[in-house]
């Protein structure tokens, strides 16, 4: 992930962090999301929060108060604002987001018997996500940049979810401009090659005699696409008043008259 791109991510998370619960239960859920209270005082447990904006967080809400009982959230029986903020924790404490490239991935690391937990509270949430074991962890996983941006949103993400989502923007704008212009290079490369088959095409007839002796249609639009290589089949259809079909199957006679070396063909259709 590049330097802007991590810059982006800290963004995100002290945007997050910098959330003040309105309520007393969801201090209490954001505590229990990030998991820090069983562990005050802990310098060797992986979730303890190193991290400078989490360390003020859970200081920040420890001095809100809030009652936390147990070390489960109980979610069958929380209100949504409750679900949000321990949503909010779990992300802060044990999820990771990557925007590298063209992939947007959001996961959660936490113990393989809470990942299984924590899958179906999402999926109940509208949110569906991968589960995994992953080096003896539980690995909860999004990979769609829709759901991820609604996950954030929902957590109450703003000024950097719009930056997110004006990435993704930018990003597909930028792919379907190389799309277009790709194809229009091989349309262009194979409208050359077909011009330069046509141009050898019609000096070979005229060399040997045989162009003259075509159909008037033949020969006129021979003659146009001399005066202009570069002009597509519409065009000289446009400026010769035709069908672009009958430019087509007139080129298409010169061609293969040269390859086949036929003295005279079938009248064009």
Not at 62 to 79: K, S, Y
Request: with cysteine; hydrophobic share 45%.
């Amino acid at each position: 992930m590049s330097g802007v791109d991590r810059d982006f991510v800290a963004a995100l998370r002290a945007e997050l962090a910098a959330i003040e619960p309105t309520r007393a239960c969801d201090v209490a859920a954001e505590r229990l999301g990030l998991g820090v209270d069983r562990l005050a005082g802990s310098r060797t447990d992986p979730t303890t929060p190193r991290d400078p904006v989490l360390a003020r967080l859970a200081v920040r809400l420890g001095h809100r108060g809030g009652e936390v009982t147990g070390e489960m959230f109980a979610w069958a029986d929380a209100p949504e604002h409750c679900r949000v903020a321990y949503l909010r924790g779990r992300f802060l404490s044990h999820g990771s987001l990557s925007i590298a490239g063209a992939q947007t991935h959001l996961e959660f690391v936490v113990e393989p018997d809470e990942a299984a937990v924590l899958s179906e509270w999402l999926r109940e949430a509208g949110m569906p996500a991968s589960r995994r074991i992953r080096r003896g962890r539980g690995v909860v996983t999004w990979k769609s940049a829709e759901v991820v941006g609604l996950f954030l949103r929902r957590i109450g993400a703003g000024a950097t979810l719009l930056e997110l989502e004006a990435r993704q923007v930018s990003r597909a704008l930028r792919g379907e401009l190389n799309r277009i212009l790709n194809a229009e290079s091989s349309n262009l490369q194979r409208s050359v090659e077909a011009a330069g088959r046509q141009l050898a095409a019609i000096d070979q007839l005229e060399a040997d005699g045989r162009l003259g002796e075509q159909p008037y249609v033949v020969r006129v639009v021979a003659e146009a696409r001399r005066e202009t290589p570069e002009a597509s089949l519409a065009e000289l259809a446009e400026r010769l008043g035709l069908h672009r079909s009958g430019v087509q199957r007139a080129l298409e006679r010169v061609e293969r008259l040269a390859l086949h070396g036929e003295a005279k063909a079938a009248p064009l259709a």
